[in-house]
């Protein structure tokens, strides 16, 4: 009788010890990743479309973005908000978003100075700002943001 209790009793320990596996696996999960990622569309040819807008001496806002950073995936669509709003589009401001991931684009990380994503540079006519990152005390800075776009 008493080997029946153990073995009852042992497989009582396995099932609550898979049961708390798979309840710890799954708050880890929801606190690493929500599940659901951030499409992010790119510009095509970024060098093209800024040696363009200088030449115009026009302003450009130029956002460096790794697709599989949390923080950019945080920022983007901030950005495109921002980017979209009437008083952007009155002012002229046009935003090109670089992939960092995409080696086709390793000059411009390096033209720039580029070290981490998310990134801003402010560019008019070919006069650029020192590159300003998008995190602050691990957070984005939604005022950078707002700063940048004068909202």
Not at 77 to 101: D, E
């Amino acid at each position: 009788m008493t080997s029946k209790f153990r073995n009852v009793g042992k497989t009582l320990v396995i099932l609550l010890f898979i049961v708390v596996l798979g309840v710890v696996s799954a708050i880890v999960y929801s606190a690493t990743s929500s599940g659901i990622k951030t499409q992010m569309t790119f510009t095509q040819n970024p060098s093209r479309v800024i040696e363009t807008r200088d030449k115009a001496n026009k302003e450009t806002v130029i956002v460096f973005l790794n697709p599989t950073c949390g923080h950019c995936q945080d920022a983007y669509p901030k950005i495109v908000k921002a980017a979209g709003s009437q008083r952007t589009k009155a002012q002229n401001i046009a935003t090109v978003y670089v992939n960092a991931k995409d080696d086709k684009n390793k000059s411009l990380l390096k033209k720039y100075d580029v070290n981490n994503t998310p990134t801003l540079i402010q560019d008019v006519g070919g006069n650029v700002s020192v590159p300003i990152s998008l995190v602050k005390y691990g957070e984005i800075d939604n005022d950078v943001i707002k700063n940048v776009y004068r909202q």
